[in-house]
Every structure is written in C-alpha cells, then in structure tokens.
C-alpha cells in the first residue's frame, strides 16, 4: 500500500501562488507516474496536470496550462504542484494521484480516474477575487 498526503493549500487572492506537495509513504519501491486532479464544489474532478515516473515528462490541462508546473523530487517520493497568476476559478479540491504501474501516462490515460491506484485525501485551495 502507498499512502499519499497532500498539503500547501490555502486561501489566496486571484493573482497570487500556491504550492502543493504530496508525499508518499509505505510500498514506495515503485516509482508511479502521478497526476493533480481537482474538485470545484459541485463538480466533477478534474485533471490538472501529471508526470512521468522520472518527471522527463509533463501534461496539463488547457485549463492551467502556462500557470502550473507540477515537478517531482523521488528521493524525497514527493511531487509538487506550482501555481501561479491564481483565478477564483481555480478553488477547489486538490488531489494527487498515483497511476497503475501496468499503464502508459498518455493522454488517454492520465486524465481517467480509474486509472489510478492511490488517491491523497486533498487540500483546499481557495482564490478570492
């Protein structure tokens, strides 16, 4: 089992930054492919942004694409997520996600949650305008 914790939300007004971590512990020996998704209340959770097990690759969402940069450090099994120039639309539920090793990170995948395994129990962000 991998447990996944995230953290570094918070409430910020449009325009500013936040960066979230998720950490993983327990049955680390493997080195997942991993994904933000986020939940706005009410909505249905969406990808944000993923990254290949050696972080050579990246993905985002059009949504966030220019204003995140998710990144990942394995010797301290944990990935972040960087988010700049914050709109109200970006408050919701941030969750990482670790892939099924048995899968590619395509496109196709990545953004299904059933694809992956381990779920973090997400952190709040919240952007006022």
């Known amino acids: 089992q991998v447990q996944l914790v995230e953290s570094g939300g918070g409430a910020v007004q449009a325009g500013g930054s936040l960066s979230l971590s998720c950490v993983a512990s327990?049955?680390?020996?493997?080195?997942?492919?991993m994904s933000w998704f986020r939940q706005a209340p009410g909505k249905e959770r969406d990808f944000v942004a993923a990254?290949?097990?050696?972080?050579?690759?990246?993905y985002y969402a059009d949504s966030v694409k220019g204003r995140v940069t998710i990144s990942r450090d394995n010797a301290r099994s944990t990935v972040y997520l960087l988010m700049n120039s914050l709109k109200p639309e970006d408050t919701a539920v941030y969750y990482c996600?670790?892939?099924?090793?048995?899968?590619?990170?395509?496109?196709?995948?990545?953004?299904?949650?059933?694809?992956?395994?381990?779920w973090g129990q997400g952190t709040q962000v919240t952007v006022s305008s």
């Open positions: 996600a670790a892939l099924s090793p048995g899968l590619p990170l395509t496109p196709a995948t990545m953004t299904q949650q059933y694809n992956y395994v381990y």
């Open positions: 327990g049955r680390t020996g493997t080195t997942y492919a």
């Open positions: 990254i290949s097990w050696n972080g050579a690759d990246t």
